[in-house]
């Protein structure tokens, strides 16, 4: 076959037109996006967004918008919407066209039409690609007829208004786009929600359903139902919510997506820094905490080395390994003669919702007979609600399903599981987890036949030289600048400080010496820095923490970012900022009004309700920090100085500065480079070498602990005796076992160690309890100390006293 130099131009100019990418941003009426030409594109003016078909699966694709700057290729460019998530496309013959009618049509390989934008418009239409990544479909005089900024999926662009009856769908998984079981929508309310949505039911678990409106902090005063995302990084609702980055203001690409496990976060990214997306704020900081992560009859636990978690309780085997969407089904089936069931205790577990009703007052053993007489009762929640400490109203909750469930050692109740009496010794509440398998199960196979057409041998030769052409021209337009990008990086690469995803704001060096006027208000002064009052722009109190010096402070300023940044509870300090300017480390937190525990223990402001509070709520968040945030924590030194005190004495851990955050399969093997902690708190395991463990932090708390107790510093001298080397010094814990040993003998009492400053008015029983589990927790031998958990169970139930004595804690071991 000849082919002259006339056909040689013509298929030069084919091959460019069939491989190099389209640079406009607009398809007119009469065109069409074919999906076997990866050239065929829309392209926003400012080269940020593409508009194509996307490979979602084997020869499966669908129409979507996605950032394309920085530049990506294959499954590695980000989303923001698809026309047919669900219904995916034939790699050949599919095509996106504007037809004559004005509407936009997806077709599957010429045969059916899977979307369409479905306006009738005689005048002439276009659809453009704005620099917004919004897709539009408009009249010749600019009309907006269709935008895909009305119809989201997973993701709202800064500017994008979610508004009344407009939805955010998550995907089913990471790999598979087609849309899953989370919504983030409107109510009815007009509160803003998400939502866990499966076939079988419907839970709302944003915000806090154990909550009223109000007290989320949202209004149902409304009817105009709009949430925006601005371009800075601020979020604002009409039902009063709003949230600010923690990169507010700086130039990014952002975005808000409601991810697969149903979490909303927001993304930010510098278009320089290589394409990585930074969480600069999420919905829930607990994954455990959003409903039908592991679906029925199983509990949810999160490891940060592997991810989430999913464990079948007691007696039931998972449906499906590969998703666990389908949860966990009983081993036996139950009898509805209440002599051939019983029930089954799971410590500190939660199954939320699907009660058949809430008995207030109602015993154990009443609440007992209660589900006996439900055949269809799976089981009971019980807690107590303590209103006046120290009593508490005991609820009941039947349960016809077991769903959305989780241990908690902050939880304070327990699930009893009816289970067959013959089988009960052979329950545990072991936990046989398994990955939760992100595939999102098996794959939908679309029922459709395409009709073969002939084949013509000519053209795809002059196809096929014609594209060999064109990808040779392609390559080398190509990797030229992928090569002088790769050297600049390589050229420019500087260690930095990697926040954003902590959800922190940046503030600068003058911010904060503005708002401390001059860094002249000291309220308190450490090993790490100076601590001063301020009042930010917004007219915050603050408490700012600037390091004594940047270089030697370094260490400790990151591990205090990436720790406290990351953790939400009620008992840790919250930080709001830092500065990471020149040679400046300054931390920023809220301000406390009544300083710290140290202070207060000095005065007679902590009467002996507030000394056990303070016990309790300290207890309950190194709880959280060591078992159930997404990070394992270390805190290091736990001391007084560092329990903080708000205006209603409720404590707040703080000071991350000596912290390490730790991997929950390593934990024992931990290695520290240098001794941490404060001398008269620290762990025997310091001093010995030996591996740190969880267990150096319930020392502290028990030496802390004792503190309360005595009014007493572990510095100060308890019963000095004479030898022959001179004068020596009990320990604190020594000194207060002895003195509780000879109360149980009868030769002293408690009172001879409970703080002068108390006046006599306290709860005897409760003290003992109290001082029982500080000794526990000050245990020389590691092994034998409690984890926190197990400290926060012992004090919120008072029947674990009588085992405390009988296990003779009071005697050293």
Same mark, same amino acid.
């Given at each position: 076959?000849?082919?002259?130099?006339?056909?040689?131009?013509?298929?030069?100019?084919?091959?460019?037109?069939?491989?190099?990418?389209?640079? #406009?941003?607009?398809?007119?009426?009469?065109?069409?996006?074919?999906?076997?030409?990866?050239?065929?594109?829309?392209?926003?003016?400012?080269?940020?967004?593409?508009?194509?078909?996307?490979?979602?699966?084997?020869?499966?694709?669908?129409?979507?918008?996605?950032?394309?700057?920085?530049?990506?290729?294959?499954?590695?460019?980000?989303?923001?919407?698809?026309?047919?998530?669900?219904?995916?496309?034939?790699?050949?013959?599919?095509?996106?066209?504007?037809?004559?009618?004005?509407?936009?049509?997806?077709?599957?390989?010429?045969?059916?039409?899977?979307?369409?934008?479905?306006?009738?418009?005689?005048?002439?239409?276009?659809?453009?690609?704005?620099?917004?990544?919004?897709?539009?479909?408009?009249?010749?005089?600019?009309?907006?007829?269709?935008? &895909?900024?009305?119809?989201?999926?997973?993701?709202?662009?800064?500017?994008?208004?979610?508004?009344?009856?407009?939805?955010?769908?998550?995907?089913?998984?990471?790999?598979?786009?087609?849309?899953?079981?989370?919504?983030?929508?409107?109510?009815?309310?007009?509160?803003?929600?998400?939502?866990?949505?499966?076939?079988?039911?419907?839970?709302?678990?944003?915000?806090?359903?154990?909550?009223?409106?109000?007290?989320?902090?949202?209004?149902?005063?409304?009817?105009?139902?709009?949430?925006?995302?601005?371009?800075?990084?601020?979020?604002?609702?009409?039902?009063?919510?709003?949230?600010?980055?923690?990169?507010?203001?700086?130039?990014?690409?952002?975005?808000?997506?409601?991810?697969?496990?149903?979490?909303?976060?927001?993304?930010?990214?510098?278009?320089?820094?290589?394409?990585?997306?930074?969480?600069?704020?999420?919905?829930?900081?607990?994954?455990?905490?959003?409903?039908?992560?592991?679906?029925?009859?199983?509990?949810? #636990?999160?490891?940060?080395?592997?991810?989430?978690?999913?464990?079948?309780?007691?007696?039931?085997?998972?449906?499906?390994?590969?998703?666990?969407?389908?949860?966990?089904?009983?081993?036996?089936?139950?009898?509805?003669?209440?002599?051939?069931?019983?029930?089954?205790?799971?410590?500190?577990?939660?199954?939320?919702?699907?009660?058949?009703?809430?008995?207030?007052?109602?015993?154990?053993?009443?609440?007992?007979?209660?589900?006996?007489?439900?055949?269809?009762?799976?089981?009971?929640?019980?807690?107590?609600?303590?209103?006046?400490?120290?009593?508490?109203?005991?609820?009941?909750?039947?349960?016809?399903?077991?769903?959305?469930?989780?241990?908690?050692?902050?939880?304070?109740?327990?699930?009893?599981?009816?289970?067959?009496?013959?089988?009960?010794?052979?329950?545990?509440?072991?936990?046989?987890?398994? &990955?939760?398998?992100?595939?999102?199960?098996?794959?939908?196979?679309?029922?459709?036949?395409?009709?073969?057409?002939?084949?013509?041998?000519?053209?795809?030769?002059?196809?096929?030289?014609?594209?060999?052409?064109?990808?040779?021209?392609?390559?080398?337009?190509?990797?030229?600048?992928?090569?002088?990008?790769?050297?600049?990086?390589?050229?420019?690469?500087?260690?930095?400080?990697?926040?954003?995803?902590?959800?922190?704001?940046?503030?600068?060096?003058?911010?904060?010496?503005?708002?401390?006027?001059?860094? &002249?208000?000291?309220?308190?002064?450490?090993?790490?820095?100076?601590?001063?009052?301020?009042?930010?722009?917004?007219?915050?109190?603050? *408490?700012?923490?600037?390091?004594?010096?940047?270089?030697?402070?370094?260490?400790?300023?990151?591990?205090?970012?990436?720790?406290?940044?990351?953790?939400?509870?009620?008992?840790?300090?919250?930080?709001?900022?830092?500065?990471?300017?020149?040679?400046?480390?300054?931390?920023?937190?809220?301000?406390?009004?009544?300083?710290?525990?140290?202070?207060?223990?000095?005065?007679?402001?902590?009467?002996?309700?507030?000394?056990?509070?303070? *016990?309790?709520?300290?207890?309950?968040?190194?709880?959280?920090?060591?078992?159930?945030?997404?990070?394992?924590?270390?805190?290091?030194?736990?001391?007084?100085?560092?329990?903080?005190?708000?205006?209603?004495?409720?404590?707040?851990?703080?000071?991350?500065?000596?912290?390490?955050?730790?991997?929950?399969?390593?934990?024992?093997?931990?290695?520290?480079?240098?001794?941490?902690?404060?001398?008269?708190?620290?762990?025997?395991?310091?001093?010995?070498?030996?591996?740190?463990?969880?267990?150096?932090?319930?020392?502290?708390?028990?030496?802390?602990?004792?503190?309360?107790?005595?009014?007493?510093?572990?510095?100060?001298?308890?019963?000095?005796?004479?030898?022959?080397?001179?004068?020596?010094?009990?320990?604190?814990?020594?000194?207060?076992?002895?003195?509780?040993?000879?109360?149980?003998?009868?030769?002293?009492?408690?009172?001879?160690?409970?703080?002068?400053?108390?006046?006599?008015?306290?709860?005897?029983?409760?003290?003992?309890?109290?001082?029982?589990?500080?000794?526990?927790?000050?245990?020389?031998?590691?092994?034998?100390?409690?984890?926190?958990?197990?400290?926060?169970?012992?004090?919120?139930?008072?029947?674990?006293?009588?085992?405390?004595?009988?296990?003779?804690?009071?005697?050293?071991?």
């Amino acid at each position: 076959m000849k082919i002259d130099m006339g056909t040689s131009a013509f298929l030069l100019a084919l091959s460019l037109l069939t491989v190099l990418p389209l640079s #406009s941003s607009t398809l007119n009426k009469g065109s069409h996006l074919s999906v076997e030409n990866p050239g065929d594109v829309l392209v926003s003016p400012n080269n940020v967004f593409t508009a194509g078909f996307y490979a979602v699966g084997d020869n499966a694709y669908c129409f979507a918008v996605w950032f394309s700057k920085p530049s990506c290729s294959g499954n590695n460019c980000t989303i923001v919407w698809m026309a047919n998530r669900d219904e995916p496309v034939n790699g050949r013959r599919s095509r996106l066209s504007l037809v004559a009618s004005g509407d936009v049509v997806l077709t599957d390989a010429d045969r059916f039409t899977v979307w369409t934008t479905n306006i009738k418009s005689i005048s002439s239409t276009q659809l453009d690609l704005y620099d917004s990544g919004n897709l539009v479909l408009h009249s010749s005089d600019g009309t907006i007829l269709w935008q &895909s900024f009305d119809s989201p999926t997973d993701t709202l662009l800064p500017e994008q208004p979610l508004i009344k009856k407009v939805q955010l769908r998550s995907a089913r998984s990471q790999s598979n786009y087609s849309s899953g079981f989370f919504k983030l929508y409107f109510d009815n309310d007009n509160v803003l929600r998400l939502l866990f949505d499966s076939p079988d039911v419907s839970d709302i678990y944003w915000p806090d359903p154990e909550l009223l409106t109000w007290e989320n902090g949202r209004s149902t005063y409304n009817n105009s139902r709009i949430a925006v995302l601005d371009s800075k990084g601020n979020f604002s609702s009409t039902d009063d919510f709003t949230f600010r980055s923690a990169d507010f203001e700086l130039s990014r690409q952002r975005r808000l997506t409601i991810d697969f496990d149903g979490n909303l976060r927001l993304y930010s990214r510098d278009e320089t820094e290589g394409g990585r997306w930074d969480v600069t704020w999420q919905a829930m900081s607990q994954p455990c905490r959003i409903h039908g992560s592991c679906g029925p009859n199983s509990l949810c #636990s999160y490891v940060p080395s592997s991810g989430r978690k999913c464990s079948c309780i007691p007696g039931y085997k998972v449906v499906n390994p590969a998703d666990w969407y389908f949860g966990c089904e009983p081993e036996f089936t139950l009898s509805c003669n209440a002599s051939e069931v019983a029930f089954l205790q799971l410590t500190n577990v939660e199954f939320f919702g699907y009660d058949f009703g809430f008995y207030p007052n109602y015993t154990l053993e009443r609440c007992e007979s209660l589900c006996l007489e439900m055949c269809d009762c799976k089981g009971f929640q019980f807690k107590f609600i303590k209103h006046d400490y120290p009593s508490g109203i005991p609820y009941c909750y039947p349960k016809t399903l077991l769903l959305n469930g989780h241990h908690s050692p902050n939880f304070q109740g327990d699930l009893y599981l009816k289970v067959l009496k013959t089988g009960l010794s052979q329950y545990d509440d072991s936990e046989n987890k398994a &990955s939760l398998d992100c595939s999102g199960g098996s794959l939908k196979q679309l029922n459709r036949t395409y009709a073969r057409q002939n084949k013509n041998g000519t053209l795809e030769a002059l196809l096929l030289i014609a594209i060999i052409v064109g990808a040779v021209e392609f390559f080398i337009i190509l990797l030229v600048p992928c090569f002088l990008i790769i050297t600049r990086k390589n050229g420019s690469a500087q260690q930095g400080y990697f926040l954003a995803s902590t959800g922190l704001r940046r503030f600068t060096y003058t911010e904060l010496k503005k708002a401390t006027q001059g860094f &002249s208000k000291e309220i308190g002064r450490g090993a790490g820095g100076i601590v001063y009052r301020g009042i930010l722009s917004d007219n915050r109190v603050a *408490a700012i923490k600037q390091l004594y010096d940047a270089n030697q402070g370094e260490a400790e300023f990151l591990a205090e970012i990436s720790t406290i940044g990351k953790l939400n509870h009620i008992n840790l300090i919250e930080m709001w900022g830092y500065c990471a300017e020149g040679k400046h480390r300054i931390l920023v937190y809220e301000y406390m009004e009544h300083g710290s525990l140290a202070e207060n223990l000095n005065s007679k402001s902590l009467d002996w309700k507030k000394r056990f509070d303070i *016990a309790v709520g300290t207890a309950k968040c190194m709880a959280y920090l060591h078992e159930e945030c997404l990070e394992w924590v270390l805190h290091c030194d736990v001391k007084p100085q560092n329990i903080l005190l708000d205006s209603n004495y409720n404590p707040k851990v703080s000071d991350f500065g000596l912290s390490r955050l730790q991997n929950r399969s390593g934990l024992n093997n931990a290695s520290f480079s240098r001794i941490r902690g404060t001398r008269g708190y620290m762990a025997p395991e310091w001093i010995l070498n030996l591996p740190i463990t969880s267990k150096v932090d319930v020392y502290s708390y028990g030496i802390v602990v004792m503190e309360l107790v005595t009014g007493k510093s572990p510095a100060t001298g308890f019963n000095t005796t004479e030898s022959g080397d001179g004068t020596q010094h009990k320990g604190m814990a020594t000194w207060v076992r002895e003195k509780m040993n000879l109360a149980i003998s009868g030769s002293s009492s408690i009172e001879d160690i409970t703080d002068l400053k108390l006046e006599g008015e306290y709860d005897k029983k409760t003290m003992e309890i109290l001082v029982a589990v500080a000794l526990k927790c000050a245990l020389e031998d590691r092994n034998s100390r409690p984890t926190m958990s197990q400290v926060v169970e012992m004090l919120v139930c008072h029947e674990n006293y009588k085992q405390l004595q009988s296990d003779g804690n009071y005697h050293m071991r």
